[in-house]
């Protein structure tokens, strides 16, 4: 994640330069209205009770309690735990199988490590599975989700959801116990590019390790429980390849991708696949992978690395498009906050294009086949969006409004002073949202958090000191971070914040679930970010649709309605969709004659690119007790049999993370020998 505005700054790792921290706080007693007072006195009631043997919600009307444990599946106990069958080749071992089963509020779950806790779900929700046809069962996370044999209803069905962030993509701010062990080594940790060369010969365990503690399947029947229906995954390339010399673990954090399909389709939960952090870095930020410099679609490596990622969204797309996964994997987002005052707009947009008819040419077109697409707006106002592509198929747009980064106003000072301008600022997102839902498509959060400042230990990168500190005057962080002595009122405040949000954004994703604890503070200093721990602690609803209309009627903020109907072509409602020719003129140059303001486009037509010589790769499925075969070759399309992008024989390439100095720009095209088409002026799309 990162600021909307103002965050140029954040580029570079701080160096701690305020010795001493100032104690005294802006903010005294808040004036939290009464209504928000009330809502936290049942947010907290209700979830204690969700914790302690729940019996029934409070703020569910409609809360089902099924209370029964494996539903009307007669093999359920019988069949027993020798489904395991461990002597099927190719089954992962390591994983409990159990038998078909299902349940609701008050059932007992047996997890795929084969551990057992009670599932609560006030809201009518249900678990199932079934490893015998494990692609065609579902749970329901609440009795107004749909299940995901069910048909999501766009405009109607409203995504309430939350990041799995710092799971299979790091940050040092989201998991600094991992960060702090690696501290005092050579390099020390930073970012995961760092963490990795930190971790030495210890990577696979100590990563492995990560990656199996910090999410499990008990988090997503948790995320049901409280409400939510949607969660949004960030992935790094390094979950399908890597190439020599890069020192991300290579392909482990995809097994786990593929264990959350499956928890995900168990409790009835959508996944949206973030494509976070890109071969060469994207923005050139710590949850890029490395932080740094940008040399994707930027400098001499910049169009290599991104024909790298065109391949690796092909595999992507050619798992997530399988029958019984796309259900689960309803959308996909290519590239996480492009730095677009950098790398420019009308190169994101080219890519955008490029990647678009890959996509597409692979799922064809039309609700149900493939991914929605969804585009980060790059930190611009969405309505600058408004055309693009136009009468394309399923194309979303992500927004990301962060108030914590910039400390430029009275708004990141205290909470909620008695006009509560905090909150009203992010009602006020919801008119353009409205807007470009109509004029656009659908517009998800996909980001977004309770954060009012940048306070949180390493919020601004490992060793950094927040703004708050340094820019203002007399400001502590201490009271942000110790969630522990916060008062009623500030979680009345905070709580109003969080719901501002979510009604203005409408479909949201909290940036995060969970933010775990810095060892050497014993506790998760980041709270305004820990979506789980506001959810315990009652600063955050204990039913989001609380939310719904929060914004007219308490904060008074209201604009342009939604009619609740979208583009034709923006929820897949068109068969034969065309793109407006227009708009293919002006964005189908590829690779786009300009990149940056360094590069001249005869420089550019020299730089190094890859060739579709290499083969394709197929992502691994996950193992079936059964039939290791029965889940998808991983390849949904088999026409599909272009070369895979790949480096070309006998070429030598600069660093694809250090790459934008002018002299690195080759005199002149490297054919390794072979004859080989030059790379400049417009080629034909990829596979249509
Ligand atoms: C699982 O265990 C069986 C024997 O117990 C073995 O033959 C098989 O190779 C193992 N599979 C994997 C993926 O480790
Ligand atoms: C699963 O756990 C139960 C109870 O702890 C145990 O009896 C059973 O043997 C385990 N099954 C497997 C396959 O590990
Ligand atoms: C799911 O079950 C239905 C009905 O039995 C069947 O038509 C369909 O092909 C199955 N789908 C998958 C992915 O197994
Ligand atoms: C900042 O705090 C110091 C010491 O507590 C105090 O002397 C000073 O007046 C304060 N400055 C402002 C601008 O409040
Ligand atoms: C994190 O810290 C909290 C105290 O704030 C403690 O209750 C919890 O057990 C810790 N979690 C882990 C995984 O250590
Ligand atoms: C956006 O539209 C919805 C109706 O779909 C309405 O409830 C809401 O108040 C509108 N928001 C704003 C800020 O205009
Ligand atoms: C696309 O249109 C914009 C605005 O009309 C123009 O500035 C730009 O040069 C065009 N880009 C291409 C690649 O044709
Ligand atoms: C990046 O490359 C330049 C030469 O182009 C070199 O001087 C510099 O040390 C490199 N930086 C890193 C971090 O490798
Ligand atoms: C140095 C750096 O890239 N810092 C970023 C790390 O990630 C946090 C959270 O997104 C940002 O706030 C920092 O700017």
């Not at 702090?180 to 990795?196: G, I, K, M, R």
């Not at 391949?311 to 309803?330: A, D, M, N, W």
């Not at 690779?591 to 992502?619: H, M, N």
Request: glycine share 10%; proline share 5%; charged share 15%.
């Amino acid at each position: 994640m990162q600021s909307s505005k103002n965050y140029g700054s954040q580029r570079r790792s701080c160096v701690p330069t305020d010795p001493k921290k100032r104690r005294w706080v802006f903010w005294g007693i808040p004036g939290a209205i009464i209504i928000v007072a009330a809502v936290v006195v049942a947010a907290v009631v209700v979830v204690s009770k969700n914790h302690q043997n729940a019996t029934k919600s409070t703020t569910s009307a409609d809360a089902g309690d099924s209370g029964s444990s494996a539903s009307g599946s007669a093999s359920a106990g019988s069949a027993s735990a020798s489904t395991t069958s461990s002597a099927v080749t190719g089954v992962d071992n390591s994983t409990y199988y159990g038998v078909a089963s299902s349940g609701g509020d008050g059932s007992t779950v047996t997890t795929d490590l084969n551990a057992t806790f009670v599932y609560k779900n006030s809201f009518g929700g249900t678990w199932a599975q079934d490893p015998s046809n494990p692609y065609n069962v579902s749970g329901q996370a609440q009795s107004w989700s749909p299940s995901l044999l069910e048909t999501w209803t766009w405009g109607q069905d409203i995504v309430r959801g939350v990041n799995l962030g710092g799971w299979l993509v790091t940050e040092p701010f989201i998991v600094p116990g991992l960060y702090e062990q690696y501290q005092n080594t050579n390099p020390s940790a930073v970012d995961e590019y760092t963490l990795c060369m930190a971790m030495g010969d210890n990577l696979a365990t100590a990563m492995e390790d990560h990656y199996k503690t910090f999410i499990t399947e008990e988090d997503f029947a948790l995320i049901a429980s409280a409400g939510l229906n949607w969660v949004r995954i960030p992935l790094g390339y390094w979950a399908i390849e890597t190439h020599d010399g890069e020192p991300y673990l290579a392909k482990v954090s995809w097994n786990y991708f593929v264990k959350a399909i499956g928890w995900a389709r168990k409790y009835g939960i959508r996944i949206l696949l973030d494509f976070h952090a890109l071969p060469g870095s994207q923005n050139g930020w710590n949850h890029s992978g490395k932080a740094g410099v940008i040399n994707w679609m930027y400098g001499v490596m910049g169009i290599s690395n991104a024909q790298r990622q065109l391949e690796q969204i092909r595999s992507l797309t050619e798992f997530i498009s399988q029958e019984g996964i796309k259900e689960v994997v309803p959308m996909m987002s290519l590239v996480n906050e492009v730095e677009v005052s950098i790398v420019g707009l009308e190169v994101l947009q080219a890519f955008y294009y490029q990647a678009y008819e890959l996509i597409r040419g692979i799922s064809g077109f039309g609700a149900g086949n493939g991914p929605i697409i969804a585009l980060h707006a790059g930190f611009l106002d969405i309505a600058v969006w408004n055309g693009f592509l136009s009468g394309a198929d399923r194309i979303a747009l992500d927004q990301h409004p962060y108030l914590a980064f910039s400390m430029s106003s009275s708004i990141n000072q205290g909470l909620l002073t008695s006009d509560e301008h905090q909150a009203k600022t992010a009602c006020s997102w919801g008119g353009g949202t409205n807007d470009s839902q109509s004029s656009f498509g659908i517009i998800v959060g996909g980001e977004w958090s309770n954060a009012i400042n940048d306070c949180g230990k390493w919020l601004d990168g490992v060793g950094s000191t927040p703004q708050y500190e340094t820019v203002l005057t007399n400001t502590s962080c201490t009271e942000w971070e110790e969630w522990m002595d916060w008062s009623s009122d500030t979680k009345a405040g905070v709580l109003s914040y969080a719901l501002s949000n979510m009604d203005a954004l409408q479909n949201w994703f909290f940036w995060t679930w969970h933010i775990g604890n810095s060892t050497e503070l014993g506790y998760a200093p980041s709270p305004f970010w820990h979506y789980r721990l506001g959810w315990e602690q009652g600063w955050m609803p204990a039913d989001p649709r609380v939310a719904g209309g929060y914004c007219g009627s308490v904060m008074s903020v209201g604009g342009d309605q939604f009619s609740g109907t979208f583009p034709a072509s923006a929820t897949g409602a068109v068969a034969s969709p065309t793109i407006s020719p227009d708009q293919i003129s002006n964005h189908s140059v590829w690779p786009p004659t300009s990149l940056g303001p360094s590069f001249t486009s005869a420089q550019i037509a020299l730089f190094p690119t890859f060739t579709q010589t290499g083969s394709p790769l197929t992502l691994a499925a996950a193992a079936h007790p059964t039939d290791a075969t029965a889940v998808g070759a991983g390849w949904v399309d088999s026409a599909d049999t272009t070369g895979a992008w790949t480096s070309v024989a006998g070429c030598s390439y600069p660093d694809a993370y250090n790459a934008t100095a002018v002299s690195l720009v080759p005199t002149a095209v490297c054919t390794g020998g072979a004859a080989r088409r030059a790379v400049a002026g417009p080629t034909p799309a990829p596979r249509v």
